[in-house]
């Protein structure tokens, strides 16, 4: 069984920022692609950043410029380094991971993904 914990979100301000975490357990993510994904109260659920099991990133247009997705293997934990955080920012913050190693493609669509966190509120006031 594979158990994914995020923590790290808040309230802040406007401008501020923040550092997300996921530890997962119950599977060595080496050889995983890792993925953030937020909901916001009232709309689906949206990609945020996707991590390789090589490094390579990639990132939604909204946040592209201001958040860092970062994995540690030896921790089994990736982090998602937010910054100058917008109220549109706003949402419930979930990690997850696919069921397959060496996924490289389509890692924006949650539909890609197997196993996800019960996730961490972000607020952000103006």
């Known amino acids: 069984q594979v158990y994914l914990v995020e923590s790290g979100g808040g309230l802040v301000q406007a401008g501020d920022s923040l550092r997300l975490s996921c530890v997962v357990s119950g599977r060595d993510i080496t050889l995983y692609a890792m993925g953030w994904f937020r909901q916001a109260p009232g709309k689906e659920r949206e990609f945020v950043a996707a991590i390789t099991w090589t490094s390579d990133t990639n990132y939604a247009d909204s946040v592209k410029g201001r958040f860092t997705i970062s994995r540690d293997n030896a921790r089994n934990t990736v982090y998602l380094l937010m910054s100058t955080l917008k109220p549109e920012d706003t949402a419930s913050y979930y990690c997850?991971?696919?069921?397959?190693?060496?996924?490289?493609?389509?890692?924006?669509?949650?539909?890609?993904?197997?196993?996800w966190g019960q996730g961490t509120q972000v607020t952000v006031s103006s």
């Open positions: 997850a991971v696919p069921q397959r190693t060496f996924s490289m493609r389509n890692l924006d669509r949650a539909s890609s993904y197997d196993d």
